[in-house]
């Protein structure tokens, strides 16, 4: 056992794919607990939700490449071409704004409701964008189209945590980007994402004590070890499920819009909660780097069609978008490595320390995604600089590379912040989704004039810059995360705990 939130005990010679790594044992397990769904439902569940997300965000990054067509007609009407870019920006604002309403809802109602209600709005924004008659129109529809498409970052992974186990997680998170970024990568490519309705996906509200994170009940920093060992087994096979005092799943069961009575206190909860972990220096500091690179990804999306459309490629506007074909690649290729590399260092890293696993070895993974972000970065910007000297596959790189750093600062952001306070799963994503789109916003909105002024080297390469300089405050954080959390995981409990 560990007085450490975050630290989990783990015995590796247990079958893991049997067992909740680092989870006390009750005699039986619940049957409702979504942990115990069958692997073909877990699957199930994650093509689902991965549909949902590609979906919302195919509608708002998708449009980069669409630009080059509504250019000339804007422009007409009056429109600089900063405005025009702000159909882009603007959506991935409103993407924020969805995730603080919409997360504390899904925690303290239900993860399926919100589900169904921004899928309904989603459809609803985009016909609106279908039947936009002049730019305001268009724009406000889009915003609509980003207030839903917000769920497709914070929501989706929180279900994906729930319902897979700590040794799983990372690779249950890659698979679904992977997944998304193909899916909305081959209907970027024909420039026709069809927004349509998907609802397979169970339930998976559950509540769990601290206790079944195998986290310390006390704040305290030293306790006794017998007494703790008495209270708390480690789990090392699966117990059997409870159909004694529970029934079975069913399909009544899987289709019910939300468990138990809606608790609104705690959708106050949450958001409370969400501004207490905002002063945890880590959790800032994972904020700072995604809101930056989510960013740093709009401005590129914003940028490339354009630089592909005029001289020397003069490409025409219909075939800007088959630059995303890169993502395929990134999806099917570097996502999976990436994931299976950081819970192998999860393991390796555990078996090293006695079975104990830091959340900060998650960190590790990083390091490859931000040296491919400096470098994709500051290449994108001297090309786009200077294309008489550069040939047009640097932005089909740029797509794809950048999109991957990005990827990969969110997953290490989301594995390591939920394996350091469990507990807060519903605010830490709060935060890493919602006020990222916030910052993303802040970043993006000033591109085209930030590029006026100094050039697409000078904006690119302050980028390049602070991707570095965020990427290298991940060395403190890594060496004194522990310490951190120490001090801070007080303050990441619940009363009941």
């Not at 939300?258 to 909860?269: A, I, L, S, T, Y």
């Not at 994972?286 to 989510?294: D, F, P, R, V």
């Not at 993502?327 to 104990?356: C, E, M, W």
């Not at 090309?383 to 008489?388: R, S, Y």
């Amino acid at each position: 056992m560990t007085d450490i939130v975050g630290e989990v005990k783990k015995d590796m010679t247990s079958h893991v794919e049997d067992v909740e790594v680092g989870q006390t044992a009750p005699k039986k397990s619940h049957v409702m607990d979504p942990l115990n769904m069958p692997t073909w439902q877990k699957g199930i569940i994650l093509v689902v939700i991965s549909i949902f997300s590609t979906l919302g965000l195919a509608l708002v990054s998708g449009f980069g490449g669409l630009l080059g067509f509504y250019i000339p007609r804007y422009a007409a009407a009056g429109k600089g071409y900063d405005d025009i870019t702000h159909l882009m920006t603007y959506p991935s604002l409103f993407m924020g704004i969805g995730n603080l309403i919409g997360m504390p809802i899904a925690i303290g109602v239900g993860r399926r409701i919100v589900l169904l209600v921004s899928t309904m709005i989603l459809v609803i924004g985009a016909v609106l964008c279908a039947l936009e008659k002049n730019y305001e129109w268009h724009l406000a529809s889009r915003m609509v189209v980003g207030l839903a498409a917000g769920q497709s970052e914070a929501l989706v992974p929180m279900i994906t945590q729930e319902i897979f186990f700590l040794h799983e997680r990372s690779k249950a998170l890659m698979g679904q980007q992977a997944i998304q970024v193909s899916l909305t990568a081959v209907w970027v490519l024909f420039a026709g994402p069809l927004p349509k309705r998907l609802r397979l996906s169970g339930e998976t509200k559950y509540d769990r004590s601290a206790a079944a994170y195998q986290e310390d009940t006390s704040s305290q920093d030293a306790f006794d070890d017998e007494k703790q060992s008495a209270l708390h087994g480690l789990w090392t096979t699966r117990p059997p499920l409870d159909f004694e005092s529970y029934e079975a799943r069913t399909w009544k069961s899987e289709l019910r819009l939300w468990v138990g009575r809606p608790d609104w206190h705690r959708v106050w909860e949450v958001l409370e909660q969400t501004f207490q972990l905002l002063l945890f220096p880590q959790v800032l500091w994972a904020l700072l780097l995604n809101g930056l690179t989510i960013g740093v990804n709009i401005a590129i999306g914003t940028t490339y069609a354009t630089i592909l459309s005029g001289a020397p490629y003069s490409w025409p506007d219909s075939s800007a978008s088959y630059i995303n074909c890169g993502q395929i690649v990134t999806a099917l290729v570097a996502l999976p490595l990436l994931g299976h590399g950081s819970d192998y260092l999860v393991k390796y890293f555990a078996r090293r320390n006695g079975g104990l696993h830091e959340p900060e070895v998650r960190i590790i993974p990083l390091i490859l995604p931000i040296i491919v972000g400096v470098f994709t970065s500051a290449l994108y910007g001297e090309g786009a600089q200077h294309p008489d000297q550069y040939h047009w596959f640097v932005y089909a790189w740029a797509v794809a590379a950048y999109y991957f750093c990005f990827v990969g600062a969110n997953i290490v952001a989301i594995t390591y912040l939920l394996d350091s306070y469990p507990t807060r799963a519903g605010p830490l994503l709060v935060i890493i989704c919602a006020f990222r789109g916030i910052i993303s916003f802040g970043t993006s909105y000033g591109t085209a004039p930030f590029i006026a002024s100094h050039g697409y080297d000078g904006a690119f390469g302050t980028f390049a810059g602070l991707t570095g300089a965020l990427g290298l405050l991940g060395i403190p954080v890594y060496f004194w995360g522990k310490k951190i959390r120490q001090f801070t995981g007080r303050f990441a409990r619940d009363e009941s705990d």
